[in-house]
T-cell receptor, first 112, second 111 residues
Framework: KAGVTQTPRYLIKTRGQQVTLSCSPI?????VSWYQQTPGQGLQFLFE???????NKGNFPGRFSGRQFSNSRSEMNVSTLELGDSALYLC???????????FGPGTRLTVL | AQRVTQPEKLLSVFKGAPVELKCNYS??????LFWYVQYSRQRLQLLLR??SRESIKGFTADLNKGETSFHLKKPFAQEEDSAMYYC?????????????FGTGTQLKVEL
């Protein structure tokens, strides 16, 4: 099976802009989770979607949002970008919620 | 609040020497513990989970609830073990796929 794919792989934005990141899970997987990875804070959970419903949410401001489509593909959106949003955003999928996670390669977001 | 602590940022050992990567956790309920590994230029991947009680690539980890630890061990380090290792936790019930990760330990196996 093909692994988790994320697009784009790299993004450069300026403060105040918004950005949308996309994730295609492993075929048949219904749970998609998003994580932010930074040198200072490490890996932090953003949210999880299962069958188009948000299951869990981490401690991030409302500028961070996401959604999942009927084909399990997911997008996350960050509005009003701040310098501190520069990070590697990882998507992970599993067959069921609480399953073994398969991670994507990440999207590297740089905010200038 | 749940927390995972990996006290060593970098662990350097010689090939053939034993390896122990430390992980301590704080969680009020029953935890499920994991070790993830990221090899150079590769994706983060699951190494093992405590529920499975398995040995992967010669690595084992035992959950010690008394000491709230889940240290990763291997009796003889190999060069290909050089990687970044992350310990992670989630609640045994509920919580979905919300994992709390430690900050990671870079393992370097020297010849």
């Amino acid at each position: 099976k093909a692994g988790v794919t994320q697009t784009p792989r790299y993004l450069i934005k300026t403060r105040g802009q918004q950005v949308t990141l996309s994730c295609s899970p492993i075929s048949g997987h219904r749970s998609v989770s998003w994580y932010q990875q930074t040198p200072g804070q490490g890996l932090q959970f953003l949210f999880e979607y299962f069958s188009e419903t948000q299951r869990n949410k981490g401690n991030f401001p409302g500028r961070f949002s996401g959604r999942q489509f009927s084909n399990s593909r997911s997008e996350m959106n960050v509005s009003t970008l701040e310098l501190g949003d520069s990070a590697l955003y990882l998507c992970a999928s599993s067959l069921e919620s609480r399953g073994n996670l398969g991670f994507g390669p990440g999207t590297r977001l740089t905010v200038l | 609040a749940q927390r995972v602590t990996q006290p060593e940022k970098l662990l350097s050992v010689f090939k053939g020497a034993p390896v122990e990567l430390k992980c301590n956790y704080s969680y009020s309920g029953s935890p499920e513990l994991f070790w993830y590994v990221q090899y150079s230029r590769q994706r983060l991947q699951l190494l093992l989970r405590h529920i499975s009680r398995e040995s992967i690539k010669g690595f084992t980890a035992d959950l010690n609830k008394g000491e709230t630890s889940f240290h990763l061990k291997k009796p003889f380090a190999q060069e290909e073990d050089s990687a970044m290792y992350y310990c992670a936790l989630r609640g045994l019930t509920g919580g979905g796929n919300k994992l709390t990760f430690g900050t990671g330990t870079q393992l370097k196996v020297e010849l």
